[in-house]
């Protein structure tokens, strides 16, 4: 009885569980560390992204033909028809899903190459969701303001993580199997 693999074999599954779940583990902590004890009590990063996603979502209303703009004095606050439409707050600015995002794929096991693609691309997939997310609230507030709680609740919040999910396994059942 044999019970070490052969040299070159796959690892088993249990390996490659743990595995996992130590790169997560250690990711969790330096995002803890990292973010939650340095970055976000700083405030900067949230501050710029929610910003940039802003004029994002303003860009793309305008884009549209909407009449839209950023707040003069609010610069995460857009603006419709000159009236006050969303704000964009730091629980909202994509942060976490970003991390969320790049953390699995760095944990799931896979080849290096592709991770250094598949990362940023999925980011700008959750970038590109996110400032349609702003601008679809901002329509909403606008016409129906009377289900913009739900839809920014559980409506996109629902879209945003199941087309995450979709990334998710494109990546373990696609990308991140070696070509043999």
Known sequence: MQT???AGAAPSGNRLLVRFL???????LVWFFGYEQWLALDGRLDAALCRHLTQAGVFVLRLAGFAAGVSPTIPTLVMMDGQPSVVV???CNGLVLYALFGGFVLAFPGPWQRKLWFIPF??????????????????NHHYAHQSVDFNHHYTFTFVVYACIFGLWMLWARRLAVKPY
């Open 122 to 139: 999925g980011m700008v997939i959750i970038w590109v969701l996110n400032v349609l997310r702003v601008a679809a609230l901002a329509l």
């Open 22 to 28: 130590l790169v997560a583990t250690a990711m969790y």
């Open 4 to 6: 070490t693999a052969p």
């Open 89 to 91: 707050g730091a629980p």
